[in-house]
């Protein structure tokens, strides 16, 4: 995927290439006190969005992202995506800052942990798909 705004056309082409030899260039498009939150990390600063990445390729089998959908105005981007690990898909997004000097100053990824995650284990699926009909409007 392409976009023009050439901030996100840039992280855009980072995240669905991304590989272990290229978290340097990635976090270099972070500003040096950025925030990143998602549902397992809440960190501040370059380093540590570069050891979440890190983590990622040292924990999960074959992972990369497919941007789907990409929206930018003005200092602000949200890009929806789907995580590929192995047979595990996962549909979210980020909502993107960026800083006076184009780099991201904000990094917030929304995705549902219990449907994506949690419902796929075997033990903690089967609970977690009877709470979900347990609490279902009808």
């Known amino acids: 995927m392409t976009h023009a705004d050439p901030r996100v056309a840039a992280l855009i ?3 669905e290439t991304l590989q272990p030899a290229d978290l340097d260039r ?3 498009r972070y500003a040096e006190d950025c925030r990143f939150k998602d549902p397992f990390n809440e960190v501040r600063g370059r380093a540590a969005v570069r050891r979440i990445f890190a983590h990622m390729f040292e924990t999960v089998q074959s992972p990369r992202f497919v941007v ?3 929206f930018a105005e003005g200092d602000q981007a949200f890009l929806g995506w789907d995580f590929h690990a192995g047979d595990l898909v996962i549909r979210g997004a ?3 800052r960026f800083d006076a000097a184009g780099l991201v100053s904000d990094h917030r990824d929304y995705w549902d942990a219990a449907e994506e995650l949690y ?4 033990v903690l699926g089967a609970l977690m798909r009877l709470l979900k ?3 279902r409007a009808t």
């Not at 419902?119 to 075997?122: A, D, Q, R, T, Y």
């Open 94 to 96: 980020s909502h993107l």
């Open 133 to 135: 009909r347990r609490l």
């Open 68 to 70: 789907r959908s990409a």
């Open 13 to 15: 082409a980072l995240y």
């Open 26 to 28: 990635l976090v270099a």
């Open 119 to 122: 419902e796929k284990l075997p």
